[in-house]
């Protein structure tokens, strides 16, 4: 009985010791695996060069960031941006059978702010990076002025277009690339903004491929004492993960004849330093049709705005917020599905803050609100302030006296699209939004006390 006793006993400590060493070795195997996996970013499937301009190809080697890029066809809506897609019926070759929701039937007061321009005939909510190319192709903005080349820049993958248009020099691409009109260009590109544009194909190293930001941003290194930047050597890799998305997100402008895409920050990125550089160049965008003031169109400028913020400050990227750290299996991605950080709160945000998504969504929203009611007070501001122009300009003896008053209806009313035509509802920078449509509300009441003063003359 006793030897019987023994002999399960022997058996059950075999039985458990095999046990214990296969789960050992799982063990071990699984996390030799996982190394393993995490080490290898990628395998080479196919071949990529300077020239592959395709992601479909360099989704071969990298799918799983190629299925998240695909997915910026995504049109989900948050309180303040993001699209919804309605029916799209407008005849002509490659229209897409929806589109977004027009910002000028929302808010009419847009018509009145651009009358004369090209938004005043459409302007819609912004879509994803999918988007970007077709939405500006198909805009009813093409019908009413003839675009220039220098528009593609920032709506498709233009790298390897401006490299084939000089011939190997990027540099004389892209001024080959502005002097072409819209649709001329057009047939050099295919893609919305792709791989290319912001990886190097040997290392996948960030880099800027844009020369308007080269140019651009080494004005602003100038400033800060940093002479001759070379952006691809002199950046850090936390700052290309900003570099490389400001290279579209912000504001510019034509230059001259030949429409060099320009970015205006030689005093500053700050709103009224953009104004002020503008002044110096004597830059107007058209003349207002209502008023006839010379005045000006602001472009997206999310990079300058989050310049200013507690975000940039603390060093925290576009990319951590819009694009964060995803897991897939054991390796940690970025997720290239590009989208508004409300979102994907869990993600985008609890990293750093420990609130609940909740609590997050609604600071947020707070800020946005905020930004949004004072925006709406500017707005009603400036629209009287056109009105009065506009009866003004038929009751004094030569427009040389409504020069002041277009000075400042032009200051105003760049101030205000400004915060407009940025994409976070203030939410980059609160204390700068709202800063900068103070300043556009108290250029709006100097220009009506000027307006004052010529109508007082004239009776």
């Known amino acids: 009985m006793k030897a019987m006793l023994k002999r399960k006993r022997f058996l059950l400590a075999l039985f458990s010791s095999f046990i214990i060493t296969f789960l050992i070795i799982y063990i071990l195997i699984d996390i030799f695996t996982k190394k393993m996996e995490s080490n290898n970013v990628y395998q080479t499937v196919v071949e990529i060069t300077d020239d592959t301009e395709d992601p479909a190809i360099w989704g071969s080697n990298f799918p799983h960031h190629y299925a998240s890029y695909l997915k910026t066809v995504d049109q989900v809506r948050t309180k303040y941006g993001g699209s919804e897609a309605f029916p799209h019926n407008s005849p002509g070759k ?58 593609i820049n920032c709506h498709a993958s233009t790298y390897v277009a401006m490299k084939k248009l000089g011939q190997g020099d990027l540099l004389k691409g892209f001024d080959a690339l502005n002097k072409l009109p819209y649709f001329d260009a057009a047939k050099h590109v295919s893609h919305p903004v792709s791989c290319i544009d912001c990886h190097t194909p040997k290392t996948m190293k960030l880099r800027v491929t844009r020369p308007a930001f080269m140019e651009g941003i080494k004005l602003v290194k100038a400033k800060e004492g940093i002479t001759e930047y070379d952006i691809n050597k002199m950046a850090t890799p936390q700052e290309m993960r900003t570099y490389v998305c400001a290279q579209c997100h912000v504001e510019y402008y034509f230059k001259g004849a030949e429409k060099r895409l320009t970015f205006p920050w030689h005093k500053g990125l700050k709103a009224d330093q953009i104004l002020s550089y503008y002044e110096e160049v004597n830059h107007k965008d058209w003349t207002h049709k209502i008023s006839g003031a010379d005045v000006l169109k602001a472009q997206h400028p999310e990079f300058e705005l989050y310049s200013q913020g507690i975000h940039a400050r603390s060093g925290v990227s576009c990319v951590d917020c819009h694009m964060p750290y995803q897991k897939v299996g054991a390796s940690k991605m970025t997720n290239h599905h590009v989208r508004s950080p409300v979102l994907n709160l869990s993600h985008s945000c609890q990293t750093c803050h420990r609130q609940s998504e909740a609590e997050l969504k609604t600071r947020i929203e707070t800020i946005q609100d905020r930004t949004f009611e004072i925006r709406g007070v500017a707005m009603d501001a400036l629209n009287e302030f056109i009105g009065q122009l506009g009866e003004a300009k038929n009751k004094v003896k030569a427009p040389s006296e409504l020069a002041e008053a277009y000075k400042y209806q032009k200051k105003a009313q760049f101030l205000l699209d400004f915060i407009e035509a940025e994409n976070s509802m203030g939410f980059h920078a609160p204390g700068e939004a709202l800063r900068v449509l103070g300043l556009s509300i108290d250029n709006t009441r100097k220009g009506q006390n000027s307006l004052k003063k010529v109508l007082n003359k004239e009776k």
């Open 94 to 151: 490659h229209q897409p059978t929806q589109m977004s929701q027009s910002r000028l039937e929302e808010d009419p007061r847009l018509k009145t702010m651009w009358a004369g321009y090209a938004f005043a005939v459409d302007f819609r909510e912004e879509r994803g990076h999918a988007y970007m190319l077709i939405d500006q192709m198909v805009t009813e903005r093409q019908k009413v002025v003839k675009q220039p080349g220098t528009c």
